[in-house]
């Protein structure tokens, strides 16, 4: 992998919501059931103001980052149940990023939504403060970027609409006014909640998450790459057609994926082992939660 240099967007980015997806799958007492959730935005080469960029944007990514007011030491605040009552601790951390999924009727099961696979993972010491720029300079602390830390996950913008190749990751400099080539999918899995007489209320499906928000830094990552989901390892056909899509010089999976690690077809594939999604990499107690951390 080429070194990381992010350069932090600090107009943010122009989005507007254009899809929410919410379905379950599993038996919440039996330990099966989950929740997939997905927020997908269209992304406009602007700032967030509405300032356009003079210059074209690849690879522009949503980093998670956990600031004061977020839950758990996650990227997660304001959790609510599905009637608005607020959930005020202990469940951000059940809260895990992955690709957009759908509801395949047939099995019962989640698939890949195809063109929301847009879950990016890094190394830890790919997001230390560091490997972040504001104005061309590195920053000495996550203190700089605002943030108590960064997670080593986030969500890459794609151009659905250009050619296949390296235009696949970019925004057109100087867009007209509503022109949105963007598309993000922001999507995450959660357990549900086991009945418990002993809680209030009682049944599960009245104390899940179902709204809630998420803060991210945004950057401009100088490397295409892509992800494969735990989701997505019974196959590495998916993974492998979005590299060809991309022109990707990368390839991220995840422990459990048979995809071979190495450097081919000058596509560098590597096995991210650890991805935490919650605390402080220094953490002992309680020690940060993570998507995967584990290696063969």
């Known amino acids: 992998m080429k070194a990381l240099a992010l350069p932090e967007q600090v107009g943010g980015i122009d989005v507007q919501p254009l899809s929410t997806s919410v379905f379950n799958i599993g038996d919440r007492n039996a330990g099966t059931g989950k ?34 007011n977020a839950q758990d030491g996650s990227a997660v605040s304001a959790m609510q149940t599905f ?23 047939t099995t019962s099961a989640a698939i890949l939504s195809g063109g929301g696979e847009d879950l990016q993972v890094y190394s830890e010491a790919e997001v230390l403060p560091g490997n972040f720029t504001h104005a061309g300079v590195p920053l000495t602390s996550y203190a700089d970027l605002g943030v108590k830390t960064v997670f080593p996950y986030g969500y890459v913008v794609r151009n659905p609409s250009a050619a296949t190749g390296a235009g696949r990751r970019q925004l057109a400099a100087s867009p007209a006014a509503g022109q949105y080539d963007g598309r993000v999918a922001i999507s995450v899995v959660l357990p549900l909640q086991k009945d418990d007489p002993t809680k209030t209320p009682t049944q599960g499906a009245k104390r899940d998450p179902f709204v809630f928000n998420m803060v991210f830094v945004i950057v401009a990552d100088p490397n295409t790459s892509v992800t494969q989901s735990l989701e997505e390892q019974g196959s590495n056909t998916a993974a492998t057609a979005r590299v060809t899509d991309t022109a990707a010089t990368g390839l991220n999976v995840l422990p459990g994926s048979t995809a071979p690690v190495g450097l081919a077809g000058g596509v560098t594939t590597r096995r991210v082992c650890q991805v935490r999604t919650a605390g402080l990499a220094t953490d002992v107690t309680p020690a940060p939660s993570y998507l995967v951390n584990t290696c063969p």
């Open 35 to 68: 929740r997939y959730i997905t927020a997908t935005f269209k992304v406009r080469n602007a700032d967030h103001d509405g300032t356009v960029s003079a210059a074209a944007r690849s690879n522009l990514t949503l980093i998670a980052v956990n600031v004061p």
């Open 83 to 105: 009637d608005g009552t607020a959930i005020s601790t202990g469940l951000a951390r059940g809260i895990l990023p992955t690709h957009a999924m759908m509801f395949q009727p």
